[in-house]
T-cell receptor
Framework: GAVVSQHPSRVICKSGTSVKIECRSL??????MFWYRQFPKQSLMLMAT?????????EQGVEKDKFLINHASLTLSTLTVTSAHPEDSSFYIC????????????FGPGTRLTVT | GNSVTQMEGPVTLSEEAFLTINCTYTATGYPSLFWYVQYPGEGLQLLLKATKADDKGSNKGFEATYRKETTSFHLEKGSVQVSDSAVYFCALSGFGNEKLTFGTGTRLTIIP
């Protein structure tokens, strides 16, 4: 149980274009999902908290207009990187909060974004 | 605020060696503590957790005990295998707070 998927696993896009990443909780409902960014050989940086049916809460320094988050259902959150630039190239990981009551998170396999 | 300090790597061990990865934390109240593992090119997997003082989390031969007196949650395994090679992250979620605070990760390499 508690499986989270991400799609696509890898994407290459041209500078200036937008790319959408999907995060799905496959066997449980998640009112809260999280989006992280991971730089090479570094820890995860929380970008935003996504709550179903409401606006996402962004961490300080994360551009809301650049990283659009939509949590339209209890099993799906999307991250859209708009007008991507090479510096946006990174490993993006989502997670979904479990239902145990202890705030444990279940992570997706990640999406490798490369902007050329 | 909350913080997690993790043993810096990389750590290289021979197969069947004993493993300890140190983790200490700073938090108010009673956080929940987690160890996550990340295999190459993949997302994070929950390895084990402990939600209150003196709890011991265990999974796949790994163990960690929630020590409130020393604010620690060290990860141990008695006999490591090559397949344990990965990056290990210690994390906490604060009391009443859903956000996870991660340590910097420790890269573990096991050589045959």
């Amino acid at each position: 149980g508690a499986v989270v998927s991400q799609h696509p696993s890898r994407v290459i896009c041209k500078s200036g274009t937008s790319v959408k990443i999907e995060c799905r909780s496959l066997d449980f409902q998640a009112t809260t999902m999280f989006w992280y960014r991971q730089f090479p050989k570094q820890s995860l940086m929380l970008m935003a908290t996504s709550n179903e049916g409401s606006k996402a809460t962004y961490e300080q320094g994360v551009e809301k207009d650049k990283f659009l988050i939509n949590h339209a259902s209890l099993t799906l959150s999307t991250l859209t990187v708009t007008s991507a630039h090479p510096e946006d190239s990174s490993f993006y990981i989502c997670s979904a909060e479990g239902t145990s009551g202890y705030y444990e998170q279940y992570f997706g396999p990640g999406t490798r974004l490369t902007v050329t | 605020g909350n913080s997690v300090t993790q043993m810096e790597g990389p750590v290289t061990l021979s197969e069947e060696a004993f493993l300890t990865i140190n983790c200490t934390y700073t938090a108010t109240g009673y956080p929940s503590l987690f160890w996550y593992v990340q295999y190459p090119g993949e997302g994070l997997q929950l390895l084990l957790k402990a939600t209150k003082a003196d709890d011991k989390g265990s999974n796949k031969g790994f163990e960690a005990t929630y020590r409130k007196e020393t604010t620690s949650f060290h990860l141990e395994k008695g006999s490591v295998q090559v397949s344990d090679s990965a990056v290990y992250f210690c994390a906490l979620s604060g009391f009443g707070n859903e956000k996870l605070t991660f340590g910097t990760g420790t890269r573990l390499t096991i050589i045959p």
